[in-house]
């Protein structure tokens, strides 16, 4: 089992705490990541797919390739980022972070299936990871009137979440009459926000009061057609 297998295991498989055992004790956020969203539609005009990419800040990335193989150049060969590609997912599809999103219209829920198109690719400029994958829908999504919202956040406020600008959402296949708006979340007070930075890495859960606020720092997309 690989080191960083092991570190999964050990954070009860949950992605935020990947690197709990690696990162200094610092304050709530620890991984910042810049995502995308792509809602992909049937020809019937109906959602059945949602896509995915999230690139890692530069700390993250220097403490996930600590100690990977790379070659005399400097790259990192494909098969080691296949590995933690595929070490990440399965922590991912954990019931307790499972992805971090959650799909609505209305009251009704939407589960996935099983996560595909998984890729984490590395820019050598900037020596960051992207992470990419697609998440399809057990059943198809008929938009409408009622918009159909998608929810990224990490309620445990260890991952920050960041979309930026119109690039960074988008349809695919939709009607012409189908729209997506994003909705950033509220900002926290500086209470809070003195609050969650006193707390340190390997607190892996916050308390119940600061959890309650921290539903607040959803990223919002809804769909409406």
């Known amino acids: 089992m ?7 295991r050990k954070c009860l498989q949950v992605f935020s705490l990947w690197l709990c055992f690696h990162i200094p004790a610092f304050a709530h956020p620890h991984i910042f990541i810049d995502g995308g969203v792509q809602l992909l539609f049937n ?5 059945v797919s949602l896509r995915q990419s999230w690139k890692f800040d530069e700390l993250f990335a220097a403490y996930a390739l600590q100690g990977m193989p ?4 400097g790259e990192v060969a494909q098969d080691e980022l296949e590995k933690i590609t595929k070490e990440w997912m399965t922590a991912l599809a954990d019931p307790e972070s499972h992805f971090f999103t959650e799909t609505l219209q209305g009251t009704k ?15 050598p400029k900037s020596g960051q990871l992207t992470l990419s994958f697609e998440l399809p829908f057990t059943l198809p999504i008929t938009p409408g009137k009622q918009a159909v919202e998608v929810d990224i956040y990490d309620p445990s406020y260890f991952v920050a ?11 695919d296949g939709a009607p012409k009459s189908c729209r ?12 809070t926000e003195r609050l969650l930075w006193s707390i340190p890495a390997d607190q892996k859960e916050l308390p119940p009061e600061l959890k309650e606020i921290t539903k607040q720092l959803s990223h919002q997309f809804k769909v409406t057609c």
């Open 2 to 8: 690989s080191r960083s297998s092991v570190i999964l």
């Open 43 to 47: 020809s019937e005009g109906q959602i």
């Open 70 to 73: 790379r070659s005399k150049s």
């Open 109 to 123: 829920k939407f589960a996935f299936g099983l996560a595909k198109e998984a890729v984490t690719t590395w820019e």
């Open 161 to 171: 979440f960041a979309y930026k600008g119109a690039a960074s959402y988008r349809l």
């Open 180 to 191: 997506i708006n994003y909705l950033s979340p509220r900002p926290l007070d500086p209470k």
